[in-house]
């Protein structure tokens, strides 16, 4: 079965620390992922997407990813976060065309402290 | 320009009332769209997609059904209120390379 994982549950951080976030899939054939982030309040947002070409893949907010096919991996970065990153990050896939049904990781909360 | 409302915002039910939550979106035709259901620590649960009009496809068996009477609008529905459909509830559509984009949810407590 189609599946994403995420490692982290909570991590916390403080501020100018560096950010990575794993998440690992498990899927046949062609993938597309994605990072999205919810806000405190605030409804899903997304960070960053991979379709093909640069594994390495630019989002806003200064976060980044990489896709690593060998390790089935799409890991989330950021050099320095901030305050204002405190939020929920949920890694997704779909792979395929028709339907796209989105399969989410259980999410990792990240807080970063003053 | 292309958008996504989702009402209501919260909604506080009593177990064995029926639910109605409505998502309609704007600006785009014959969009795939999706009923997700957020629950803390378990992150999102694909509930329900449609692909057209009167085309429903359920992931999950629950006390949940969903209807498309029209092209943009997804219906998501209870019979009979259970405490545990308490959550908090997403509709989403389909933007082609763009992925998905999200309403602002609705958290229904059961009671």
């Known amino acids: 079965a189609q599946s994403v994982s995420q490692h982290n549950h909570h991590v916390i951080l403080s501020e100018a620390a560096s950010l990575e976030l794993g998440c690992n899939y498990s899927y046949g054939g062609t993938v597309n992922l994605f990072w999205y982030v919810q806000y405190p309040g605030q409804h899903l947002q997304l960070l960053l997407k991979y379709f093909s070409g640069d594994p390495l893949v630019k989002g806003i907010k200064g976060f980044e990813a990489e896709f690593i096919k060998s390790k089935f991996s799409f890991n989330l970065r950021k050099p320095s976060v901030q305050w204002s990153d405190t939020a929920e990050y949920f890694c997704a896939a779909y792979s395929g065309a028709g339907s796209y049904q989105l399969t989410f990781g259980k999410g990792t909360k990240l807080s970063v402290i003053p | 320009s292309q958008t996504i409302h989702q009402w209501p915002a919260t909604l506080v039910q009593p177990v064995g009332s029926p639910l109605s939550l409505e998502c309609t979106v704007e600006?785009?035709?014959?969009?795939?769209l999706y009923w997700y259901r957020q629950a803390a620590g378990r992150g999102l649960q694909l509930l329900f997609y449609s692909v057209g009009i009167g085309q429903i496809s359920s992931e999950v068996p629950q006390n949940l059904s969903a209807s498309r009477p029209q092209d943009r609008q997804f219906i998501l529905s209870s019979k009979k209120l259970l405490l545990s459909d308490s959550g908090f509830y997403l509709c989403?559509?389909?933007?082609?390379?763009?992925?998905?984009?999200f309403g602002s949810g609705t958290r229904l407590t059961v009671v």
């Open positions: 989403a559509w389909m933007q082609g390379y763009y992925g998905y984009t």
């Open positions: 600006g785009t035709s014959n969009p795939n």
